[in-house]
T-cell receptor, first 115, second 114 residues
């Protein structure tokens, strides 16, 4: 079984500042990793995903994440945030080796971008 | 997302009453999922379906049942609602057992049990 820990429940930043949202995972097998974003009163949208290959993954809206196998981490970054990035962000994991494996989500990180 | 709709969007119900939430998809995807979202817990899987009449339990299935009589509809029933089931419920769909191909989420149903 796998698990996900998002290390910060709330991250306040000022507009145009860089941001990093931290995610660690635990699994005994190889994994797929995902970041989802949830804007207020909406469902979840996929930001980016790591399946294999390059450890630096680029997603929508200028976000990127780096897979670090030795640290079992998948931190999300953006060099300059906008007010519109205010949302809740979820890290999720699925193992590669179990047929029908499903997503396991972290607890979420609320990113608030202030003017 | 236009391919998946949840109804109702909001519901207030009394403790002990049965409640059914509906997820409807127009994508003809085989896999459907029900999650609940609670502060501090993220999303937790309640039940899922891998085809018509084929369903299985997730990690928080107690107090919930599901049915899928058609590809496009996946119903979640709370047999006797309790206050601990106050939550936001999300449906998701996928066209592959390989989760790497991604889920599409509905907009959610906010359920309040009083």
């Amino acid at each position: 079984a796998q698990s996900v820990t998002q290390l910060d429940s709330q991250v306040p930043v000022f507009e145009e500042a860089p941001v990093e949202l931290r995610c660690n995972y635990s699994s005994s097998v190889s994994v797929y990793l995902f970041w989802y974003v949830q804007y207020p009163n909406q469902g979840l949208q996929l930001l980016l995903k790591y399946l294999s290959g390059s450890t630096l993954v680029k997603g929508i809206n200028g976000f990127e994440a780096e897979f670090n196998k030795s640290q079992t981490s998948f931190h999300l970054r953006k060099p300059s945030v906008h007010i519109s990035d205010t949302a809740e962000y979820f890290c999720a994991v699925s193992d590669q080796e179990t047929s029908g494996s499903r997503l396991t989500f972290g607890e979420g990180t609320q990113l608030t971008v202030n003017p | 997302d236009a391919g998946i709709t949840q109804s109702p969007r909001h519901k207030v119900t009394e403790t002990g009453t049965p409640v059914t939430l509906r997820c409807h998809q127009t994508e003809n995807h085989r896999y459907m999922y029900w999650y609940r979202q609670d502060p501090g817990h993220g999303l937790r899987l309640i039940h899922y379906s891998y085809g018509v009449k084929d369903t299985d339990k997730g990690e928080v299935s107690d107090g919930y049942s599901v049915s899928r009589s058609k590809t496009e509809d996946f119903l979640l029933t709370l047999e006797s609602a309790t206050s601990s089931q106050t939550s936001v419920y999300f449906c998701a769909i996928s066209d592959s057992v390989r989760v790497a191909y991604g889920y599409t989420f509905g907009s959610g149903t906010r359920l309040t049990v009083v």
